[in-house]
C-alpha cells in the first residue's frame, strides 16, 4: 500500500440489461436502474474476485451509461495493482453478483457485493475506459458496405424501435423498483416506534463513551424510512425490529409468569386457610360428640335411678335418635313402664312434675278436712295428735309447741 493518491478510473461494470438472461447473475434493465446514484458506493474492489485477499480499492458512484450500460467510478490504493492497471495487463472489469436460488434453480434475489479488476471480463464490453480522467479504451464499429456518415431509413427505424423499447422497459422498471420502495419504506416506517424504544432504552444505560453511538443510533430509527440506499436501511431495520419484538415477548411472557404465581400463592394460601378451618371444624366436632356422649350417659343413668325409686312414668330410650331429636316413634311396654322412644325433653317438657312428699304434707296438713283438723290442731276431745287443748291459737305452730 502506498501513500500516493489514488488512481481514479471509469469504466463499464455490465453491459445493456435483456430481457433474456445468459447466466443467472446477469441483470436485467430495472436491475441495472435500481443500481444507479449511491447503491454500489463503498463495495470493495478485488483482483479476480479473489475475497480472501485485502480490497485494493472501492467504488464511488454508479450510473447508467447512454446505450443503457451500467457505468462506475471507482478508486484503486494498491501501487502494484495501479501500475498493472496503468501499463495494460489489467483492464478488464467483473461485477460480483451474490444470486440466491431455490433447489429447482430460480433465483430468488441478486445482491452485489464487490468488483473486481481481471484480465478481461466475462461479460461482453466490461473494460476500464478512463483512469484519471483521460480516456484509455474506446470501440468503434464500421461497415465496409456502408458510407461514411450516412443513416438508412431501416437503421433509423431500428435504432427508433430499440430506443422505445428500451425506454418502455425502464419506464415499467422504475415504476416496479417505486412500488417495492414505497412497499418497503411503509414497512421500515411501521417498524420505526418499536426500534425508537429499544435505542432509547438501550441509549439511557450506555456509558458515557458509547452514548453518542447511541443518540446516532437513534437519529438513524427516527429517519430510517426516508434515507437514501433503501436496501441497506431495510436489513438493518428488520434486525432491530426483530430484537425489539422478542424483547416485548419475553418480557409479556414474563408478565404473565409473574402474575399466575401470584394467583398460584394466593390458592395455596386459600387451600391452607380451608385446610385449618376443616382440622378446626373436626376437633370441635369430636368435642361436641365426646359431650353428647356424656350427655347420653347422665340421661341414661338419671332414668335408671328414677325408676328405681319408683318415680319414672315413662321410659326413653337414649340410645336411638329418635329420643334425642325431634320425631315421634311407636311405644312399647316394659315391665308396666311405658317405653318411648319420642324426644324426651320435648316430652319431659309437656307434662308437669311430680309433687315431692313435703307438699303433698303440707297440702294434707293445711286441707279444711274435718280428719286434718281434728288431728293435727288442738281440739277439746282429747283426741287430737298434736296439741292438747284448744287455745285462742289453732294453727299448727302452736300445736307442735
Known amino acids: 500500500m502506498s501513500s500516493k493518491k489514488p488512481l481514479v478510473f471509469k469504466g463499464v461494470a455490465h453491459g445493456p440489461g435483456s430481457m433474456s438472461r445468459k447466466h443467472p447473475a446477469d441483470l436485467s434493465t430495472g436491475e441495472l436502474v435500481a443500481l444507479e446514484g449511491s447503491a454500489l458506493n463503498g463495495i470493495p474492489i478485488h483482483i479476480e474476485h479473489d475475497t480472501s485477499q485485502a480490497p485494493v480499492g472501492n467504488v464511488l458512484a454508479s450510473y447508467e451509461g447512454s446505450r443503457g450500460e451500467l457505468r462506475v467510478i471507482g478508486q484503486v490504493t494498491d501501487e502494484n495493482v495501479s501500475k498493472q492497471i496503468l501499463n495494460g495487463t489489467m483492464r478488464g472489469l467483473s461485477l460480483g453478483t451474490d444470486c440466491v436460488q431455490t433447489m429447482d434453480g430460480n433465483v430468488l434475489s441478486r445482491s452485489q457485493r464487490e468488483l473486481s479488476i481481471c484480465e478481461e471480463g466475462r461479460r461482453t464490453g466490461t473494460w476500464i475506459t478512463d483512469i484519471n480522467n483521460q480516456t484509455v479504451h474506446t470501440v468503434s464499429c464500421f461497415s465496409k458496405n456502408a458510407s461514411d456518415n450516412m443513416v438508412t431509413k431501416e437503421s433509423f427505424d431500428e435504432t427508433k424501435k430499440l430506443a422505445d423499447e428500451r425506454a418502455s422497459e425502464l419506464a415499467a422498471a422504475r415504476a416496479q423498483l417505486e412500488a417495492y420502495q414505497a412497499r418497503d419504506r411503509s414497512k421500515l416506517k411501521s417498524y420505526q416506534a418499536d426500534m425508537t424504544s429499544l435505542v432509547e432504552e438501550l441509549s439511557a444505560s450506555a456509558d458515557v463513551e458509547s452514548k453518542p453511538h447511541f443518540d446516532a443510533m437513534l437519529d438513524w430509527s427516527r429517519s430510517a424510512s426516508e434515507r437514501p440506499n433503501l436496501a441497506s436501511q431495510m436489513q438493518l431495520g428488520t434486525v432491530i425490529h426483530a430484537c425489539a419484538s422478542k424483547l416485548k415477548r419475553v418480557r409479556e411472557d414474563a408478565s404473565v409468569g409473574s402474575a399466575t404465581a401470584d394467583q398460584l400463592a394466593a390458592a395455596s394460601k386459600e387451600n391452607e386457610n380451608l385446610k385449618a378451618d376443616n382440622?378446626?371444624?373436626?376437633?370441635?366436632?369430636?368435642?361436641?360428640?365426646?359431650?353428647?356422649?356424656?350427655?347420653?350417659?347422665?340421661?341414661?343413668?338419671?332414668?335408671?335411678?328414677?325408676?328405681?325409686?319408683?318415680?319414672?312414668?315413662?321410659?326413653?330410650?337414649?340410645?336411638?335418635?329418635?329420643?334425642?331429636?325431634?320425631?315421634?316413634?311407636?311405644?312399647?311396654?316394659?315391665?308396666?313402664?311405658?317405653?318411648k322412644t319420642e324426644n324426651a325433653s320435648k316430652a319431659l317438657a309437656s307434662q308437669p312434675l311430680a309433687p315431692s312428699p313435703a307438699d303433698a304434707l303440707m297440702a294434707f296438713v293445711n286441707s279444711s278436712s274435718g280428719m286434718a283438723s281434728a288431728r293435727f290442731t288442738p281440739s277439746s276431745s282429747n283426741h287430737a295428735l298434736l296439741g292438747s287443748t284448744a287455745s285462742s291459737d289453732a294453727s299448727l305452730v302452736s300445736a307442735l309447741m
Open 279 to 339: 382440622v378446626s371444624k373436626d376437633r370441635r366436632i369430636g368435642e361436641l360428640s365426646t359431650s353428647l356422649k356424656e350427655l347420653q350417659e347422665n340421661s341414661e343413668k338419671m332414668q335408671q335411678q328414677l325408676q328405681q325409686a319408683g318415680a319414672l312414668a315413662e321410659k326413653f330410650d337414649f340410645s336411638k335418635a329418635s329420643s334425642r331429636e325431634e320425631g315421634v316413634a311407636a311405644e312399647t311396654a316394659e315391665a308396666g313402664v311405658i317405653v
